[in-house]
Each structure stands twice: as structure tokens, then as C-alpha cells.
């Protein structure tokens, strides 16, 4: 599925216990729109990614197409996880902001 992925951050360092952690945090966006009793519009999700997964995001904000799969979390309880992302195309969110008018138009 396509989704619009806003940013995405690496980290790479040991923990408390000295182990390694390292990855890709991403942030992205469904472009159906939620409407709810208690909720409205597009809220940003997060989903990490092996850090070998970092230069697969070479223009941001971008369209990218991503994959997912369930797998056992916390008490073995299914987790969606992000297993890969493919880079579609650019957006420019200065088109989508240009001033408008005062009729409303641009």
C-alpha cells in the first residue's frame, strides 16, 4: 500500500546493558482520512526499520509504497511491522501551501 511518509531519523548506539540498537524511525501518513466519534483526519504513525533500510529514503516527504506483516510482540500478541518500503514519488508540500487569495482561490 502507498502511504506518505513525512520523515525519517537513524539511530545507532548501546543501550544501558551495552548492547547495540541501531535502526530507522519512520513517520508516515494513510491518505483516507479517519472520521470517527473521536477522531478526525490523517494521524501521523511511527514504524521502525532495519538501519540498512536508511538509504532507501533519499527524498523525503515522499510517496513510498510499504509492506508489513504481523508478528509476535510483547506476550506474543501480533504486531504489525513495516518490513520494507519502496520510493514512489516526490511531494512538495510549498505547492500545497502557496498563499491563497482572499477568495479562497489560489
Not at 32 to 61: I, Q, S, Y
Not at 74 to 88: E, F, S
Request: with cysteine; aromatic share 10%; charged share 25%.
Amino acid at each position: 500500500m502507498q502511504y506518505l511518509i513525512l520523515a525519517a531519523s537513524r539511530y545507532d548506539f548501546k543501550n544501558d546493558q551495552g548492547e547495540a540498537v541501531s535502526g530507522v524511525k519512520v513517520w508516515y501518513v494513510d491518505a483516507e482520512p479517519e472520521v470517527t466519534d473521536n477522531r478526525a483526519g490523517c494521524a501521523p504513525m511511527k514504524a521502525n526499520l532495519p538501519l540498512r533500510d536508511w538509504a532507501d529514503f533519499g527524498k523525503l516527504p515522499g510517496i513510498y509504497d510499504m509492506d508489513f506483516r504481523m508478528r509476535p510482540g510483547a506476550d506474543n500478541k501480533p504486531t504489525l511491522a513495516c518490513t520494507g518500503v519502496r520510493y514512489v514519488g516526490a511531494v512538495d508540500f510549498r505547492e500545497l501551501l502557496e498563499p491563497v487569495s482572499s477568495s479562497g482561490a489560489k
